[in-house]
């Protein structure tokens, strides 16, 4: 049994694979600290379970499980985190998650379960494993025939009649990934399985990986598909995926396998003359920052912690900090605080409530704090803003009537 731990706390995950190891010493535990390492595993390994932190650096726990399910559905996946919120629960078990596990994690609980998962693979029947080898053979040599037809390679005596049956009429669609500072390993891994998707829910065809820096996807669309509705969710789902500039290509629809090579060449020299960009905010990016600034102000008392609230719209902190300032003009931080003070405003028109207790619903537990971002922010305390206030109420009942 091979089972993966990936969670950015050293602590966590070392602490997790020496209790496993010592239930289950037979058991291979694997661990990862960021989603990259963990692709690493998955591509090397055969991993059984996995279980994942909600908050990762570049990409979240719930982001890595949902592209991930598609290429290896017989793994069972665990979420864990140190928060208890019900939507982090509710979206791990619609994306199919086995459990939702709180830090810290306790003996009795992680044995009981790596127990559990082990008899329900242990179940899975040996008809269904061969089906899912033999799946994944055919798979591998349709693509890798496909990849040395797009690379101009010769294909030898292999007979791709069947081939072109499935694919009378086609489109090329090539992602290519700025590497020109880092590895891009886990942006080859996202753009593979969420172009895989788009393919699938459109039409049927599959994706290759081209080479180092690129991937090309062939897609025969449904009778009733959208061309243009495919390009537009490609490009949604890769902008919100994907952390790094890049650039789509497509070309027009062919129905000759053997023109191939010629399209996937020309198809890399007009990369040449394009510029690397970043996409501009749009789509689901920005469905998640209207999402946070609802949550924002629904619950301005509590913890706004910039990595908690980019795990509430499964977002990695650093990219949801970039969508945010685009969205709203302003830092995540100083829009959370403009926002409590606002509201501490509010408050203080209401004499009957204590400072302090005004301070605590409006997410400030330290008083001494509350007071002075309220006089930084408007040049007063709190009790002088009162009292000016008190003031000024008094003055306009002393106020005659105007005739």
Same mark, same amino acid.
């Given at each position: 049994?091979?089972?993966? $731990?990936?969670?950015?706390?050293?602590?966590?995950?070392?602490?997790? %694979?020496?209790?496993?190891?010592?239930?289950?010493?037979?058991?291979?535990?694997?661990?990862?600290?960021?989603?990259?390492?963990?692709?690493?595993?998955?591509?090397?390994?055969?991993?059984?379970?996995?279980?994942?932190?909600?908050?990762?650096?570049?990409?979240?726990?719930?982001?890595?499980? %949902?592209?991930?399910?598609?290429?290896?559905?017989?793994?069972?996946?665990?979420?864990?985190?140190?928060?208890?919120?019900?939507?982090?629960?509710? !979206?791990?078990?619609?994306?199919?998650?086995?459990?939702?596990?709180?830090?810290?994690?306790?003996?009795?609980?992680?044995?009981?379960? $790596?127990?559990?998962?082990?008899?329900?693979?242990?179940?899975?029947?040996?008809?269904?494993?061969?089906?899912?080898?033999?799946?994944?053979? /055919?798979?591998?040599?349709? !693509?890798?025939?496909?990849?040395?037809?797009?690379?101009?390679?010769?294909?030898?005596?292999?007979?791709?009649?069947?081939?072109? !049956?499935?694919?009378?009429?086609?489109?090329?669609?090539?992602?290519?990934?700025?590497?020109?500072?880092?590895?891009?390993?886990?942006?080859?891994?996202?753009?593979?399985?969420?172009?895989?998707?788009? $393919?699938?829910?459109?039409?049927?065809?599959?994706?290759?990986?081209?080479?180092?820096?690129?991937?090309?996807?062939?897609?025969?669309?449904?009778?009733?598909?959208?061309?243009?509705?495919?390009? !537009?969710?490609?490009?949604?789902?890769?902008?919100?995926?994907?952390?790094?500039?890049?650039? $789509?290509?497509?070309?027009?629809?062919?129905?000759?396998?053997?023109?191939?090579?010629?399209?996937?060449?020309?198809?890399?020299?007009?990369?040449?003359?394009?510029?690397?960009?970043?996409?501009?905010?749009?789509?689901?990016?920005?469905?998640?920052?209207?999402?946070?600034?609802?949550?924002?102000?629904?619950?301005?008392?509590?913890?706004?912690? /910039?990595?908690?609230?980019?795990?509430?719209?499964?977002?990695?902190?650093?990219?949801?900090?970039?969508?945010?300032?685009?969205?709203?003009?302003?830092?995540?931080?100083?829009?959370?605080?403009?926002?409590?003070?606002?509201?501490?405003?509010?408050? /203080?028109?209401?004499?009957?409530?204590?400072?302090?207790?005004?301070?605590?619903?409006?997410?400030?537990?330290?008083?001494?704090?509350?007071?002075?971002?309220?006089?930084?922010?408007?040049?007063?305390?709190?009790?002088?803003?009162?009292?000016?206030?008190?003031?000024?109420?008094?003055?306009?009942?002393?106020?005659?009537?105007?005739?």
């Amino acid at each position: 049994m091979n089972i993966l $731990i990936a969670d950015d706390e050293r602590v966590i995950r070392e602490g997790i %694979k020496r209790t496993i190891r010592h239930i289950f010493p037979d058991y291979q535990v694997f661990v990862a600290e960021r989603a990259e390492e963990a692709v690493k595993f998955m591509e090397e390994n055969r991993i059984h379970i996995v279980l994942t932190d909600i908050l990762m650096p570049g990409m979240s726990g719930l982001e890595f499980m %949902k592209i991930s399910k598609r290429r290896y559905p017989y793994v069972k996946w665990v979420v864990i985190s140190a928060h208890s919120e019900f939507a982090y629960a509710q !979206e791990a078990v619609r994306l199919g998650a086995r459990d939702y596990l709180l830090k810290p994690i306790g003996k009795p609980k992680l044995e009981e379960l $790596i127990n559990n998962l082990a008899a329900e693979i242990q179940r899975d029947s040996d008809i269904t494993k061969q089906g899912e080898r033999l799946r994944a053979s /055919l798979r591998f040599l349709r !693509e890798g025939v496909f990849q040395r037809l797009a690379s101009g390679l010769d294909i030898g005596n292999l007979d791709i009649r069947s081939f072109v !049956e499935d694919y009378r009429d086609f489109y090329l669609v090539m992602i290519l990934l700025d590497d020109s500072e880092r590895s891009v390993r886990l942006e080859h891994f996202i753009v593979e399985n969420v172009l895989t998707e788009l $393919i699938e829910l459109h039409g049927h065809g599959f994706v290759v990986s081209h080479d180092r820096q690129s991937l090309i996807g062939l897609v025969t669309l449904h009778e009733d598909a959208r061309v243009e509705q495919f390009q !537009e969710e490609v490009r949604s789902h890769l902008t919100h995926y994907l952390k790094i500039p890049f650039q $789509i290509l497509y070309s027009g629809l062919s129905s000759d396998i053997n023109t191939v090579p010629q399209t996937v060449k020309r198809m890399r020299e007009a990369s040449a003359s394009q510029a690397f960009e970043l996409e501009p905010l749009k789509g689901s990016g920005e469905k998640a920052i209207d999402v946070a600034l609802h949550y924002i102000k629904e619950h301005f008392g509590e913890d706004l912690s /910039l990595e908690k609230m980019a795990s509430v719209v499964f977002l990695n902190p650093a990219y949801f900090s970039q969508l945010f300032k685009q969205k709203t003009g302003l830092g995540y931080k100083e829009y959370v605080t403009s926002l409590r003070l606002e509201q501490a405003k509010l408050l /203080l028109l209401n004499p009957k409530l204590k400072l302090a207790e005004i301070a605590e619903r409006v997410g400030y537990q330290d008083m001494r704090h509350f007071t002075q971002m309220f006089r930084k922010k408007f040049g007063l305390t709190p009790t002088e803003y009162r009292q000016q206030e008190d003031m000024n109420i008094q003055m306009t009942k002393a106020s005659p009537p105007q005739s």
